[in-house]
């Protein structure tokens, strides 16, 4: 089954610097990769997502990568905001109905 | 306003006794699911449902029953809860490959 790893589990930037987590799945026919924000005392929430006919996607202030052939995706945040500080989460899945997600990462972004 | 509530929200009780964890959504949603959250393992999904009357299993479905009786509610039934149970518990309903929309947790302890 499918296998989702994620890193760094701690990222810790200077406000307005960016932040990059990366993720790696197993199965290649996994076709749909979601990341979610979770904050302190909530359930996730999504921030973006990508499908696999697509290499990247950009909202505002943050964008996804996907490369199929090594099998990862980075989510990417530039000009980080106190406010971005939360644990983010990525997922994979083929059948969307049987989400994998990754272990988490911790952002902490300094004023 | 939509959403997916969860009932109760902390909840502490003793090994064997049964419990109920409920869940309700207002967005019409076919896709319901219930995950697991544990400190360095992420979200891991216990049961999910892709209709009235259908489920399946998850990664983690030991120790947990589900039902889909309704098409907004989805309990999860812990029949004789044990201490390994002890978690944060999200359900969660969405589309197929569509934003899936969190409830704000249940932390449970089992003593």
Redo the contacts between chains.
């Keep these: 089954g499918e296998n989702v790893e994620q890193h760094p589990s701690t990222l810790s930037v200077q406000e307005g610097d960016s932040a990059v987590i990366k993720c790696t799945y197993s199965d290649s026919a996994s076709n749909y990769f979601p990341w979610y924000k979770q904050e302190l005392g909530k359930g996730p929430q999504l921030i973006i997502d990508i499908r696999s006919n697509v290499g990247e996607k950009k909202d505002q202030r943050i964008a996804v990568t996907l490369n199929k052939t090594a099998k990862h995706f980075s989510l990417h945040i530039t000009e980080t905001q106190p406010e971005d500080s939360a644990v983010y989460f990525c997922a994979a899945t083929r059948s969307s109905y049987k989400l994998i997600f990754g272990s988490g990462t911790r952002l902490l972004v300094r004023p | 306003e939509a959403q997916?509530t969860q009932n109760p929200r902390y909840l502490i009780t003793v090994t064997g006794k049964k419990l109920t964890v409920t869940c309700s959504q207002n967005m019409n949603h076919e896709?319901m699911?219930w995950?697991r959250q544990d400190p360095?393992?992420?979200?891991?999904?216990i049961y999910?449902s892709?209709n009235v009357e259908v489920t399946?299993k998850?990664?983690v479905p030991e120790g947990y029953k589900v039902s889909r009786k309704e098409k907004r509610n989805f309990p999860l039934i812990l029949e004789s809860p044990s201490p390994n149970q002890t978690s944060l518990y999200?359900c969660?309903s969405g589309g197929?490959?569509?934003?899936?929309y969190?409830?704000?947790?249940t932390r449970l302890l089992v003593l």
């Design positions: 997916v896709y699911s995950y360095g393992l992420g979200l891991r999904q999910y892709m399946d998850g990664d999200f969660a197929y490959q569509e934003t899936q969190f409830g704000p947790g």
